[in-house]
């Protein structure tokens, strides 16, 4: 009798589990369909002013420079004092 009640526990778990599975998966697919389009954009308009001086505006602060790489999701600017600040692009609040 217990051997039987495993067995139907296991296979509700089992079930619950799938269910759970499709959930993220549909849950994720949505989130990177989100990411993927602002940061499109906004590697756009950056490849633009690739090795130019720009100032990008952070959740940290500001950041004046040459930008001299974009990643997929951050970029490198050089700084006038010669020190290279890697920023992600989650963080940006503007360019100029």
Request: positive net charge.
């Amino acid at each position: 009798m217990l051997h039987r009640k495993l067995i139907r526990n296991l296979a509700q778990i089992r079930l619950q589990l799938s269910r759970l599975t499709a959930r993220v998966q549909a849950l994720q697919e949505q989130v990177n369909e989100r990411q993927g389009g602002p940061s499109s954009s906004v590697t756009a308009l950056l490849t633009g002013k690739l090795n130019t001086r720009l100032t990008v505006e952070t959740t940290a602060g500001s950041v004046f420079g040459t930008l001299i790489a974009i990643g997929e999701d951050f970029v490198q600017i050089a700084e006038p004092n010669g020190s290279i600040a890697i920023i992600p692009m989650r963080s940006f609040l503007s360019i100029s």
